[in-house]
Structures are given as C-alpha cells and as structure tokens.
C-alpha cells in the first residue's frame, strides 16, 4: 500500500467514526460555517491548528505559510483576513509560530534558497530590528527560538497596521489578537502577546484616519 493510499483509506476510517459518534457531525457542518477565530500559522505538518486546540473542523478559519507571516503584499493573506474579520466576523486572530521553526532558522543564514529568498526577507527585516539582542545570545537553538517568538510579536503589530483590522475595531470593538509559540518537544502553547482593540494604541503613522475607516 502506497502512503497516499493509506490517506485514501484513513479517510473513510475517519468519516466512519465521526458519523458513529455523532450522527449529525457532517450535516451541521455542510450547513454553516462560523468560527470564532482565525489562524496565522506555519505550513510546518507538524504545527496543525485544530489538534493543538482540541477543536473541531468548522471552530477556527486556517491561514498558513511560511513562518506564519502577515506580509502587507500578500493578496492571499489580506484575503483570507478580509473575509475571516469581515464576513465570518471572528472574535480572535491567533498568529501561531512555533520553536525549532526551519523558515526562522534560514532567514538567519546566509544560504541562498531560489525563490524562498524573497520571502525570507520578511524574517530578515524582523532580525534585523532585533538584531542586538538576537547576536548576544550564544547558543544557536535559543537564537532561532528567540527570533520565533518575537517575529510573532511583530506579525501581530502588523496585523493591526490592516485597513481591515482598523475598521473592525472601530466599527465592532473586536477582534483581539493573539501569539502564540508552539513547543514541539512538549505540545504546549506559549503565550506571548494579547492585543486587545484599541485605535489609540496603534502608531500615528500606521492609524488611518476615522473617515477613512467608515469607507
């Protein structure tokens, strides 16, 4: 049996159960679709956002890439964005990086890797604010850690430089923003920031104006 038909036939293994133990489980899926939360994390397998949260398909809207960057030129990021806050209207956004993260640990070489180049820069920029503190931590694993946790932190200040965000905010007081680091050694969640609406809180020179927002 190939891998790929071993996903063919846990499949239907899958479907059996969920239908034994809850008869209904696909119908109200089918039905609606009204997650509370979206996910920004990394296209690493082994970072899946519903078995880390305990949840169920149809409980959070999934966005992944590379070490779970919100890039302000990324059509498909602001998409997935745009339609989560203002059609699904979520509640929380969560931006999930995780330590030992392979896209981290590049941007912080020199190695070139074709076309992943252009998107590691979006790290780089997030090493390079950093960079003192980064370069005086001796060990490399702690380096890259390090770098994980606080390329989320600024994900998350980008996040809040969004237009859609913005209007948001102003127009239903939410969502509140999260990020989180994931352990893969021990499957537990570091919490490293909670952004909370605020328009005051934002940079003047990230804040658009309020006429602007009612657009």
């Given at each position: 049996?190939?891998?790929?038909e071993?996903?063919?036939?846990?499949?239907?293994?899958?479907?059996?159960d969920?239908?034994l133990?809850?008869?209904?489980?696909?119908?109200r899926?089918?039905?609606?679709?009204?997650?509370?939360?979206?996910w920004?994390?990394?296209?690493d397998s082994?970072?899946?956002?519903?078995?880390?949260?305990?949840?169920?398909?149809?409980e959070?809207?999934?966005?992944?890439?590379?070490?779970?960057?919100v890039?302000?030129?990324?059509?498909?990021?602001?998409s997935?964005?745009e339609y989560?806050?203002?059609?699904l209207k979520?509640?929380?956004i969560?931006?999930?990086?995780?330590?030992?993260?392979g896209?981290?640990?590049?941007?912080?070489g020199?190695?070139s890797?074709g076309?992943?180049?252009?998107?590691?820069?979006?790290?780089?920029?997030?090493y390079?604010?950093?960079q003192?503190?980064?370069d005086?931590?001796e060990?490399?694993?702690?380096?890259?850690?390090?770098?994980v946790?606080?390329?989320v932190?600024?994900q998350c200040q980008?996040l809040?430089?969004t237009?859609t965000?913005q209007k948001?905010?102003?127009?239903?007081?939410?969502?509140?923003?999260?990020?989180?680091a994931?352990?893969?050694?021990d499957?537990l969640v570091n919490?490293?920031?909670?952004i909370e609406?605020?328009?005051d809180?934002?940079?003047?020179?990230?804040?658009?104006?309020s006429?602007?927002?009612?657009k």
């Amino acid at each position: 049996m190939s891998p790929y038909e071993k996903l063919l036939i846990q499949n239907k293994a899958w479907s059996a159960d969920q239908k034994l133990a809850d008869a209904n489980f696909f119908g109200r899926l089918e039905k609606q679709q009204s997650p509370k939360f979206l996910w920004i994390g990394c296209s690493d397998s082994r970072v899946p956002a519903n078995q880390i949260t305990g949840t169920d398909p149809g409980e959070i809207f999934v966005h992944r890439n590379i070490a779970n960057m919100v890039v302000h030129t990324d059509v498909n990021l602001l998409s997935v964005l745009e339609y989560a806050v203002v059609v699904l209207k979520v509640e929380h956004i969560i931006v999930c990086g995780h330590y030992g993260c392979g896209g981290i640990e590049a941007a912080l070489g020199n190695k070139s890797y074709g076309i992943i180049n252009k998107w590691l820069l979006n790290i780089k920029e997030v090493y390079k604010i950093y960079q003192k503190e980064i370069d005086a931590i001796e060990v490399h694993e702690d380096k890259v850690n390090r770098l994980v946790e606080l390329n989320v932190i600024e994900q998350c200040q980008d996040l809040i430089k969004t237009s859609t965000i913005q209007k948001a905010w102003k127009s239903r007081n939410a969502p509140t923003i999260h990020g989180w680091a994931y352990g893969l050694k021990d499957g537990l969640v570091n919490e490293l920031v909670n952004i909370e609406p605020d328009l005051d809180s934002i940079n003047p020179i990230f804040r658009f104006d309020s006429a602007e927002l009612d657009k």
